[in-house]
């Protein structure tokens, strides 16, 4: 590990101004993921901005009827409040899905939002990898692919996002708040949060230099029946293969998102809109760009089965 700068800042300004101020710095809470990366030199932070004592662990109602999750609320505490189980099961579910007790204990909402990806590739710094070094190429194009997108993906970048919270959110239309080095707040839909590789994988998020994640919101229930279903190799929290997310209302129709199939939370309009058809049609919407490579091709029949198991829980 590189020797780096500690503070720790008491109001989300401080912390915003500090790292406005330095450009290689980086916020710290849970660290369940950053100081692993440090340690293994692909995260090299000069300076870390510790924000645990700034007060954002609380989870409120909104005015509109909806939910205000602060970013440093514990997953833990998240996945066992009586609201978020009660009308946000999924976020619950999808929460107890992702990690150990352990973990869930330290890790952030914002963290969890923030998590980077779990490609092999990624972690071992002797192989090419435009995330981690821009320009020097994807070893996962040519190399083990079992576990990576098959949808949204480009020629710099096949990685998956890991977060298993992130894709009961993106069912839920949950809002991301930030705020800037300036001061200035902005809201942020979580369908335009996280971005696509593009030529710029290494450039995961719409967040500018120093923008700090503050709050998550969401809103207000929509009701009918929250199902989480994570299908991966081992039941011991592992990383998903294909994990879907869906709100299904009586008449059949709903919500559906996908994870462990692309460099962000899986969800269009006309998956949506197929998922009363069944879970062929909505699969084929869901998939109509993939990108399949050899290695991962069992991942578009897999979402099919997967949605068609949600479906069937759904009706009973």
């Known amino acids: 590990?590189?020797?780096?700068?500690?503070?720790?800042?008491?109001?989300?300004?401080?912390?915003?101004?500090a790292a406005a101020a330095n450009p290689e710095a980086k916020f710290i809470a849970g660290g369940t993921n950053l100081l692993d990366l440090m340690k293994l030199e692909i995260e090299q932070p000069t300076h870390l901005i510790d924000v645990n004592?700034?007060?954002?662990?609380?989870?409120?109602?909104?005015?509109?009827?909806?939910?205000?999750?602060?970013?440093?609320?514990?997953?833990?505490?998240?996945?066992?409040?009586p609201t978020v189980r009660r009308d946000y099961g999924l976020v619950t579910r999808a929460l107890v899905a992702g990690a150990s007790g352990q973990l869930r204990n330290k890790a952030t909402t914002a963290g969890n939002l923030l998590q980077r990806t779990r490609c092999p590739y990624f972690y071992d710094t002797n192989q090419p990898c435009n995330k981690r070094q821009p320009g020097s190429g994807c070893s996962a194009l040519g190399g083990f692919s079992r576990q990576h997108a098959v949808v949204g993906s480009s020629?710099?970048?096949?990685?998956?996002?890991?977060?298993?919270?992130?894709?009961?959110?993106?069912?839920?239309?949950?809002?991301?708040?930030?705020?800037?080095?300036?001061?200035?707040?902005?809201?942020?839909?979580?369908a335009d949060f996280h971005r696509l590789p593009g030529d710029t994988p290494h450039v995961e998020t719409v967040l500018?230099?120093?923008?700090f994640i503050t709050a998550v919101t969401l809103p207000k229930p929509i009701g009918g029946k929250h199902i989480y279903r994570k299908v991966r190799d081992r039941a011991s929290y592992a990383f998903a293969l294909v994990s879907v997310a869906a709100v299904i209302q009586p008449?059949?129709?709903?919500?559906?998102?996908?994870?462990?199939i692309a460099h962000k939370p899986?969800?269009?309009?006309?998956?949506?809109q197929q998922l009363k058809s069944g879970a062929k049609a909505?699969?084929?919407?869901?998939?109509?760009?993939?990108?399949?490579?050899?290695?991962?091709?069992?991942?578009?029949t897999l979402v099919e089965r997967t949605i068609g198991a949600v479906i069937a829980e759904a009706r009973g």
């Open 155 to 190: 020629d710099s970048c096949i990685a998956t996002h890991p977060s298993d919270m992130a894709v009961a959110m993106r069912a839920l239309d949950a809002t991301v708040e930030t705020v800037k080095g300036d001061g200035s707040t902005r809201a942020v839909p979580i």
């Open 1 to 17: 590990m590189r020797p780096f700068t500690y503070e720790r800042a008491t109001t989300v300004e401080a912390a915003a101004t």
């Open 208 to 211: 500018e230099p120093g923008e």
């Open 266 to 272: 899986w969800r269009t309009a006309s998956g949506d």
């Open 53 to 81: 004592g700034i007060g954002l662990d609380k989870i409120e109602p909104t005015s509109e009827g909806g939910l205000r999750i602060g970013a440093l609320v514990r997953n833990t505490d998240l996945a066992s409040d």
């Open 282 to 300: 909505a699969s084929a919407a869901l998939l109509a760009d993939a990108r399949p490579t050899e290695q991962n091709r069992f991942k578009v």
């Open 251 to 260: 008449d059949g129709t709903g919500r559906v998102a996908v994870g462990g």
